[in-house]
Structures are given as structure tokens and as C-alpha cells.
């Protein structure tokens, strides 16, 4: 069974860095891309950035230059530097494993529990 445990989230004023990790066990974690996405009040889940199994990434327009995703394959850890935050990376970021080593949004079907992102303006 997999298991996705987040850290690291927290309030932090515009302009601001935090660092998201992740730490994954359950599959064979080299073999899965990996990403994070985020749900804000009253709207959708989004895709923010995904890596694959052989390192590829993926970013949401809104984050692209801000955002760095990167994974520690002897660790099992997958985590999100989020740099020049605004107001509007405020939400919930989730960890997400996909049953595959591509990126593709609709494969991730294993989740953590979720930690808060705040930003103040």
C-alpha cells in the first residue's frame, strides 16, 4: 500500500520561499513519476509540477521560473522549492504517485494527506 507523507507547508508573506517534501513508501519508488497539486477554496484540484521516472518535468504556466520539483530516488522523497510565492499560490498542496513512470494527470492515483500553503500580500 502506499503511503505519501507531506511536510513543509506553512504562512509566508508574498515574495517568500517555502519548500514542500514529500516522502513516499508502499511501491518501488524510482519506477513512478511523482507530482504535486493543489486545490484552492471553491476551485478544481490542478496539476502544479510532475517529474518523471527518468527525471522529465512538467509545470503549470502560472508557476513555471518560480517552481523547481525534483526527486531523491535513494531517499524516496519527491519535493517542490516554491520561490517568489504570491497570494495565489495559497491552497492545499498534495503529493500525488502515479501508476506509471510518464507524466500524465490522470494516472496519479495514490495521495497524501495534504499541507497548507499561506500566503500573505
Known amino acids: 500500500q502506499v503511503q505519501l507523507v507531506e511536510s513543509g507547508g506553512g504562512l509566508v508573506q508574498a515574495g517568500g520561499s517555502l519548500r514542500l517534501s514529500c516522502a513516499a513508501s508502499?511501491?518501488?519508488?524510482?519506477?513512478?513519476?511523482m507530482g504535486w497539486f493543489r486545490q484552492a477554496p471553491g476551485k478544481e484540484r490542478e496539476l502544479v509540477a510532475a517529474?518523471?521516472?527518468?527525471?522529465?518535468?512538467y509545470y503549470v504556466d502560472s508557476v513555471k521560473g518560480r517552481f523547481i520539483i525534483s526527486r531523491d530516488n535513494a531517499k524516496n522523497t519527491v519535493d517542490l522549492q516554491m520561490n517568489s510565492l504570491e497570494p495565489e499560490d495559497t491552497a492545499v498542496y498534495y503529493c500525488?504517485?502515479?501508476?506509471?513512470?510518464?507524466?500524465?494527470?490522470?494516472?496519479?492515483?495514490?495521495w497524501g494527506q495534504g499541507t497548507q500553503v499561506t500566503v500573505s500580500s
Open positions: 508502499g511501491r518501488t519508488f524510482s519506477m513512478y513519476a
Open positions: 517529474i518523471s521516472s527518468f527525471g522529465g518535468t
Open positions: 500525488a504517485q502515479s501508476n506509471r513512470g510518464t507524466v500524465y494527470k490522470n494516472n496519479f492515483d495514490s
